[in-house]
């Protein structure tokens, strides 16, 4: 039976990810600041524990506990939307502490369980947007562009030791709580900057467009499947309708 160890597994992505190998008979490490066992269907194969990916200890404690894990995926992420005027250095540095850091101390961590083994599996989940910018979103788009070229630079540092490191990037998905968590970051630090606040509504409102393509959670899941079990998956693979549109 092989092992998964996935980051972020409170809601979106990550729970749906985690239900998704538990279905198909894989051991699932389900990872979350807090965790919350009952949000996964009880089974012999699942292990909840807590991650903070932004403390080294914490990161330390949960791969230990983990045990030997065969595939890593790093989900954990925060989003941000404002303009660069309106985004404190400690917002920006926030987001790349989470997004981007906390992916690099997952990874170095399970690296010497991997190397011994000659074997061993990245997965990272970035976002479409750094397929195609968009606006209000320069900052998080930043913190998640600069996962898929260190991952980009990583699966050639990687491969002599028999480990592989792959890509997924998902669209915008209004069903999870992923955006309003951003707006509600927004709110907390007083809202756009009045100069953008027309603009911004507009980008908003285009967002909220009934009927545009979208991505579910469950084809972030089918994509991080396919790249744990197809060796023909490339090394990004788009995940959601309008993230397959923008890669096409």
Known sequence: MKTVLITGCSSGFGLETARYFLER?????ATMRSPQAQLLPASDHLVVLPL????????RFAVEAAGPIDVLVNNAGIGWLNALEGTPTAVARSLFE???LGTMRMIAAVLPQFRARGAGLIINVTSSVTLKPLPLLSAYTASKAAVNAFTESLALELAPF????KIVLP?????????AAALSRLKEQGGFPEAYNEFAQGV?????????PVTHSADVAEAVWRAANDP???????AG????ALAS
Request: aromatic letters at 4%.
């Open 25 to 29: 008979g894989w051991k699932v490490v």
């Open 52 to 59: 903070d990916v932004t403390d080294d200890e914490s990161v």
């Open 98 to 100: 989470t997004n981007t």
């Open 162 to 165: 028999g480990i592989d490191v």
């Open 171 to 179: 669209g915008s998905a209004p069903e999870t709580s992923f955006g």
């Open 204 to 212: 908003i409102g285009e967002m909220r467009t009934p009927g545009r």
């Open 232 to 238: 023909a998956a490339p090394l990004r693979i788009a």
């Open 241 to 244: 309708a309008d993230a397959l």
